[in-house]
């Protein structure tokens, strides 16, 4: 089980660092048959509230990061404050811009209205079909 959470907790950097640090738009899609873990819906869940799940990052990722943010505000001339608290946010703006999280889950059984209660706060984003 720490394996695959290992594992999803890479994948998750991959992604939040493709749609804010890259800054490419960017779906993340997922089926309930993916759900391998609790973690993985609290995760989602706080991507969805944040854009960001606490201590995801070890120290030298988060300064690559910082790095690479202060290029690209430099860049496109944003007037943010060099400050590592607002490179991070400046991250997180990037990511809320770019991901797109589009879940598939299936009506069938009591998984779905348990998974259902969770993405309820977000129901003004959703389209059932």
């Given at each position: 089980?720490?394996?695959?959470?290992?594992?999803?907790?890479?994948?998750?950097?991959?992604?939040?660092?493709m749609?804010?640090?890259?800054?490419?738009?960017t779906?993340?899609?997922?089926?309930?048959?993916?759900?391998?873990?609790?973690?993985?819906?609290?995760?989602?869940?706080?991507?969805?509230?944040?854009?960001?799940?606490?201590?995801?990052?070890?120290?030298?990722?988060?300064?690559?990061?910082?790095?690479?943010?202060?290029?690209?505000?430099?860049?496109?001339?944003?007037?943010?404050?060099?400050?590592?608290?607002?490179?991070?946010n400046?991250?997180?703006?990037?990511?809320?811009?770019?991901?797109?999280?589009?879940?598939?889950?299936?009506?069938?059984?009591?998984?779905?209205?348990?998974?259902?209660?969770?993405?309820?706060?977000?129901?003004?984003?959703?389209?059932?079909?």
């Amino acid at each position: 089980s720490s394996g695959i959470n290992a594992e999803w907790r890479d994948d998750i950097r991959r992604l939040l660092r493709m749609a804010g640090y890259d800054g490419k738009p960017t779906v993340f899609l997922m089926n309930d048959n993916q759900i391998k873990s609790a973690s993985f819906i609290e995760d989602i869940n706080m991507i969805l509230n944040t854009a960001d799940i606490p201590n995801l990052y070890e120290p030298d990722e988060k300064g690559e990061i910082l790095e690479r943010m202060q290029q690209l505000a430099t860049e496109n001339k944003a007037k943010i404050e060099f400050t590592p608290f607002a490179l991070y946010n400046y991250f997180i703006d990037q990511v809320k811009a770019n991901l797109h999280i589009c879940l598939a889950f299936s009506p069938i059984g009591d998984a779905f209205r348990t998974r259902l209660r969770f993405v309820l706060p977000y129901r003004h984003y959703l389209g059932l079909y």
